[in-house]
C-alpha cells in the first residue's frame, strides 16, 4: 500500500515538475513525446494574429497531451469552461504545423445536423431558374439551323 501512495505522489510531482520540449524542425513539430508532421510550406513562427501564447510547464504539458492523440489520427475533444484556453491551444498547434484551423463552438444545443448537415426542402422553380437561360439559348441555336 505505501509503495503506490510512493508512486502516486511521484507521479504527481513528477507532473507538476515535467515540462515538455517544444522543438521545431522543417518537417516536423516534437512537442514531448509526440511528433507531428508539419507542411513544407509552414512558415517557422506562428502567424502575428494568433497573440502571446506563454509556453508555461501546465500550458505545454497540455499541448503533449493534444498532440499525442492527434499524431496517431485519434480524435480529441477538449472541454471546459469559457476563456479556459482550449481554442489557443490548438490554433497553436495548428499553426506551428502550418494546418488551416476549422474551429466549431459546441454547446449543449448543438446538433448532428450542425456538423453533418441536412436535407433542406427547395422548390423546383427555384432549382431549374438558374439553367433556365442556358437551356433556352440551347433551344434557340438547335432550331435555328
Not at 515540462?19 to 518537417?27: E, M
Amino acid at each position: 500500500m505505501r509503495a503506490c501512495i510512493r508512486l502516486a505522489f511521484g507521479f504527481r510531482r513528477y507532473e507538476t515538475l515535467h515540462k515538455p520540449r517544444l522543438q521545431q524542425t522543417s518537417a516536423e513539430l516534437h512537442v514531448g513525446r509526440a511528433s507531428l508532421d508539419r507542411l513544407a510550406d509552414a512558415p517557422p513562427t506562428p502567424a502575428r494574429g494568433l497573440g502571446t501564447f506563454a509556453r508555461t510547464a501546465h500550458a505545454l504539458r497540455l499541448m503533449e497531451r493534444v498532440a499525442v492523440p492527434l499524431a496517431r489520427n485519434e480524435p480529441v475533444l477538449l472541454v471546459g469552461e469559457t476563456g479556459t484556453g482550449k481554442t489557443t491551444l490548438v490554433s497553436q498547434l495548428a499553426a506551428l504545423t502550418g494546418q488551416q484551423l476549422v474551429s466549431f463552438n459546441m454547446s449543449a444545443q448543438t446538433d448532428s445536423s450542425d456538423l453533418l448537415g441536412g436535407f433542406k426542402p427547395v422548390e423546383p422553380r427555384d432549382a431549374l431558374l438558374p439553367l433556365l437561360a442556358t437551356f433556352s439559348e440551347l433551344i434557340r441555336r438547335t432550331w435555328r439551323k
